[in-house]
Nanobody, 118 residues
Framework: VQLQASGGGLVQAGDSLRLSCAAS????????MGWLRQAPGKEREFVAA????????NYADSVKGRFTISRDNAKNTVSLQMNNLKPEDTARYYC????????????WGQGTQVTVSS
């Protein structure tokens, strides 16, 4: 499974961004997928995850009500809509597949940088 994230950028507090992840591999639609992030000097943390059929989602408390994860299995894509961004959301965001625990996934992409200025 290969994962390619895109959509990051530099925005101001209160703005929105939509991250996308293109997944390749014929079995990817079987996996729960998610987004994690890592800020400089901090550990990687769970952001959101979605079940294989898209019927179940879960979020970190810090992003609930602001971020929405979705997937399109026909296109092998997973998206993260991020609204009302805050400076503390600044991090490199990683798409991941095959969730084993909240922050443990089997497959990882290279990530995309999100920077939120105050």
């Amino acid at each position: 499974v290969q994962l390619q994230a895109s959509g990051g950028g530099l925005v101001q507090a209160g703005d929105s961004l939509r991250l996308s992840c293109a997944a390749s591999g014929r079995t990817v639609r079987r996996y729960a997928m998610g987004w994690l992030r890592q800020a400089p000097g901090k550990e990687r943390e769970f952001v959101a995850a979605i079940s294989s059929n898209g019927g179940s989602t879960n979020y970190a408390d810090s992003v609930k009500g602001r971020f929405t994860i979705s997937r399109d299995n026909a296109k092998n894509t997973v998206s993260l809509q991020m609204n009302n961004l805050k400076p503390e959301d600044t991090a490199r965001y990683y798409c991941a597949a095959d969730q084993r625990s909240s922050a443990t996934f089997t497959f990882w992409g290279q990530g995309t940088q999100v920077t939120v200025s105050s």
